[in-house]
C-alpha cells in the first residue's frame, strides 16, 4: 500500500484534529517533567502500530487472532509482574481496596482491542486501522469528557474541541475513500516510463543524425503517448 497525497493529507487532518481537541498544558511543574511526559506519550503513540504489525505477524505463526492475542497478554502479565514486584519490594506491601464491578472490565475492554487490531491490520492495513481507530478513541472520549463518565471531572466541550473531533472523523473517512479522480488521473513518474521516454529521445536522434536535424517535441510527445505517459 504505497503512500499518496490523497492518504498524507488524511493523515496531516488528523494531527490536526488530535491538536485542535488537547488540553493546554499546565507549566507550573517543572520543565523537564513536561517534556518527560510529551516524550513517553510520543513513545507510546510511536508503539502501537509496531504492536499491531507484531501481533499480526505472531498470528500467522500461531493460527488464529485469539491465540496471538494470549501470548501478547501473557508477555504483558509477565513484565507487570515483575515491575510490581520490584515496586512491592522496594516501597513496602501492596494495598487492595474495594471498588467497583465495572472494574474489573478494563481485560475484556483490552482483550476486544487488541483482538480487533490483530484482525484489521491484516484486512485493511495498519495506517488505515489505527486511523479509525484513533478516530473513534477521540470521539468516545470527547463523549466521556462531555459527561463527566465513570466519576471522573467533566469538561464542556467547546468550539475547538469540537472542531478537531470533527476533522479527525473526516480525516480518517477520507483516509479509507479513494482520492478524487482530479488527484488519480495524474500519471505516475517511474523508473520504467523515464528509461521509455530516453530510449525514445536517443532513437529519434540516430534517426536523424544524418539530417542533422533534432528530435522534435511532437515525435516525443508521441512516443510517450505510446508508452502510456
Same mark, same amino acid.
Given at each position: 500500500?504505497?503512500?499518496?497525497?490523497?492518504?498524507?493529507?488524511?493523515?496531516?487532518?488528523?494531527?490536526?484534529?488530535?491538536?485542535?481537541?488537547?488540553?493546554?498544558?499546565?507549566?507550573?511543574?517543572?520543565?523537564?517533567?513536561?517534556?518527560?511526559?510529551?516524550? =513517553? /506519550?510520543?513513545?507510546?503513540?510511536? +508503539?502501537? @502500530?509496531?504492536?499491531?504489525?507484531?501481533?499480526? &505477524?505472531?498470528? $500467522?505463526? %500461531?493460527?488464529?487472532?485469539?491465540?496471538?492475542?494470549?501470548?501478547?497478554?501473557?508477555?504483558?502479565?509477565?513484565?507487570?509482574?515483575?515491575?510490581?514486584?520490584?515496586?512491592?519490594?522496594?516501597?513496602?506491601?501492596?494495598?487492595?481496596?474495594?471498588?467497583?464491578?465495572?472494574?474489573?472490565?478494563?481485560?475484556?475492554?483490552?482483550?476486544?482491542?487488541?483482538?480487533?487490531?490483530?484482525?484489521?491490520?491484516?484486512?485493511?492495513?495498519?495506517?488505515?486501522?489505527?486511523?479509525?481507530?484513533?478516530?473513534?478513541?477521540?470521539?468516545?472520549?470527547?463523549?466521556?469528557?462531555?459527561? =463527566? /463518565?465513570?466519576?471522573?471531572?467533566? +469538561?464542556? @466541550?467547546?468550539?475547538?474541541?469540537?472542531?478537531? &473531533?470533527?476533522? $479527525?472523523? %473526516?480525516?480518517?473517512?477520507?483516509?479509507?475513500?479513494?482520492?478524487?479522480?482530479?488527484?488519480?488521473?495524474?500519471?505516475?513518474?517511474?523508473?520504467?516510463?523515464?528509461?521509455?521516454?530516453?530510449?525514445?529521445?536517443?532513437?529519434?536522434?540516430?534517426?536523424?543524425?544524418?539530417?542533422?536535424?533534432?528530435?522534435?517535441?511532437?515525435?516525443?510527445?508521441?512516443?510517450?503517448?505510446?508508452?502510456?505517459?
Amino acid at each position: 500500500r504505497k503512500p499518496t497525497l490523497w492518504k498524507l493529507g488524511a493523515v496531516t487532518m488528523l494531527a490536526v484534529g488530535t491538536v485542535l481537541t488537547a488540553d493546554r498544558l499546565s507549566a507550573k511543574g517543572e520543565w523537564w517533567m513536561l517534556l518527560l511526559f510529551c516524550a =513517553g /506519550a510520543i513513545l507510546s503513540g510511536t +508503539i502501537f @502500530p509496531v504492536q499491531a504489525c507484531v501481533n499480526d &505477524v505472531m498470528r $500467522a505463526h %500461531v493460527g488464529t487472532p485469539y491465540r496471538a492475542t494470549v501470548v501478547s497478554f501473557c508477555g504483558g502479565v509477565c513484565i507487570l509482574g515483575l515491575l510490581s514486584a520490584i515496586l512491592v519490594g522496594t516501597r513496602g506491601g501492596a494495598r487492595i481496596e474495594g471498588g467497583e464491578p465495572w472494574m474489573w472490565l478494563g481485560g475484556c475492554c483490552g482483550v476486544s482491542a487488541v483482538v480487533g487490531m490483530v484482525i484489521g491490520v491484516r484486512r485493511i492495513g495498519a495506517s488505515a486501522y489505527l486511523a479509525t481507530f484513533i478516530a473513534a478513541q477521540m470521539t468516545t472520549a470527547f463523549i466521556f469528557d462531555a459527561v =463527566g /463518565a465513570f466519576g471522573f471531572s467533566s +469538561i464542556t @466541550p467547546s468550539a475547538r474541541r469540537s472542531a478537531g &473531533v470533527a476533522l $479527525a472523523v %473526516v480525516a480518517a473517512a477520507a483516509f479509507q475513500l479513494p482520492a478524487p479522480r482530479c488527484l488519480a488521473s495524474h500519471p505516475r513518474v517511474t523508473r520504467s516510463s523515464t528509461a521509455n521516454l530516453l530510449g525514445i529521445w536517443v532513437g529519434a536522434m540516430s534517426q536523424d543524425h544524418s539530417s542533422k536535424a533534432a528530435p522534435t517535441v511532437d515525435m516525443v510527445d508521441k512516443g510517450a503517448k505510446a508508452e502510456g505517459c
